[in-house]
């Protein structure tokens, strides 16, 4: 926390302000907007996975539509397409920013079409804060009238052709889940192009009511919305945004530094200009044909026991499962970037004895 968040949190009690609407949830909207610069409009909402499910909603996802989704990813980006009744569509990822394989895409796609299927949607992913290559797969979804649904969970703050992520697809998602790079406990956002989408994830999130003194539905409604409270923490949170993406891309810094001298381990860096990564993780793919046979789990178990705690990079969707029945294009770059990566430590709140500890922990393993 920052330290303001509990000032904005006081005046939701002063002023009894304590429901799923209220100045800290306009605020919150409003500071989320002006930060990303895009001309958009913020819908506040329980949770990430929310601002997916209403996004699919309001794109038209019913049972039986086939959805694309990145394979590499948290389980949330996928689980909504299941909530529609729909099918996910997997794609593997491209070895550049471990995000969707834009040739991959277009051949599911083309799959998808042929077999009488298009595609309702596509589900990108800003994996660890990496942009996806966002002019290829906004080209290929154009190209195809396909609308992109932008999972921004992990990546507030980072930028694509200095565009803030959040804002390159058709909707957009952003996650203030417990461990993202800011917080409001739980907590997510719809960002949506027009105020009239905003409006309509707004009321799907609000149950659904239709203009009328009584309680009138006319659609399936869900109780989604943002509360109050929680968006007085987001407000405070705002305020130290810029600087918790300057400590991780600090760490960022830290790892890529110290990687450069190990033979085997790359670090998840920005391809080109282009990119901006908020760097909400550090990950490494550690290689054994050139590590003399250690592996990521060898690195795992080393820091496990230096009590440092890491872990491997998301298993693949297609991998899982629960997924295992649904179709999937591509060949095995996510799935060998599942076996050889480890997301390291972190944090914002990193202290210089931490980074040592990890060293030391480091030199131990490969140099030791
Ligand atoms: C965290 C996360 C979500 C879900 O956000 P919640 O707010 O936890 O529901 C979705 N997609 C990705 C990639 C995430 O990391």
């Known amino acids: 926390m920052g330290g303001t968040e509990q000032n904005y949190v006081k005046e939701a009690f002063d002023t009894n302000w304590v429901a799923p609407l ?66 996910p569509v997997f794609i593997d990822s491209e070895s550049e920013t471990w995000n969707m394989c834009p040739k991959a895409l277009e051949a599911a796609i083309i799959d998808c079409i042929a077999k009488g299927k298009k595609p309702k949607a596509i589900i990108a992913v800003h994996l660890y804060g990496m942009p996806f290559n966002a002019a290829t797969i906004l080209a290929v979804a154009n190209k195809y009238q396909i609308p992109v649904v932008e999972d921004s969970a992990e990546a507030l703050g980072s930028k694509y ?143 496990d026991a230096a009590n440092i705690e890491s872990r491997p990079l998301w298993k693949p969707m297609h991998l899982q499962p629960i997924f295992a029945n649904d179709p999937y294009y591509g060949g095995t770059i996510s799935e060998s970037l599942f076996q050889n990566g480890l997301c390291l430590p972190s944090g914002s709140n990193l202290t210089r004895e931490d980074r040592d500890r990890i060293k030391a922990a480091l030199d131990a393993f490969f140099k030791g």
Not at 162 to 180: A, E, H, R, Y
Not at 221 to 246: P, T
Request: overall charge neutral; aromatic content about 8%; charged content about 20%.
């Open 22 to 87: 209220g100045p800290n949830v306009n605020g919150f909207e409003h500071d989320l907007e002006t930060y990303l610069n895009q001309n958009v409009f913020i819908g506040a909402l329980s949770s990430g996975t929310a601002a997916i499910h209403l996004g699919l909603i309001i794109l038209g996802v019913k049972a039986g539509d086939e959805v694309i989704c990145q394979s590499m990813t948290f389980s949330a980006s996928a689980n909504p397409i299941k909530y529609q009744g729909a099918t």
């Open 161 to 303: 052709k200095g565009q803030k992520c959040g804002t390159l697809g058709d909707i957009g998602v952003l996650s203030f889940n417990g461990n993202k790079i800011i917080t409001t406990s739980g907590g997510g956002a719809l960002v949506a192009k027009t105020k009239k989408i905003k409006d309509k994830a707004v009321f799907f999130a609000t149950q659904s009511r239709d203009n009328a003194p009584h309680y009138q539905h006319s659609e399936i409604g869900y109780n989604y919305r943002m509360s109050n409270i929680v968006a007085g923490i987001g407000r405070g949170q705002m305020e130290v945004l810029d600087e918790h993406i300057a400590l991780r891309r600090a760490m960022h810094d830290f790892y890529a530094n110290y990687f450069k001298d190990i033979k085997g381990v790359t670090v998840l860096t920005e391809p080109n200009t282009d990119y901006f990564s908020n760097h909400w993780l550090s990950a490494i793919l550690v290689n054994p044909e050139q590590t003399d046979g250690k592996t990521r789990e060898d690195l795992r178990l080393a820091l």
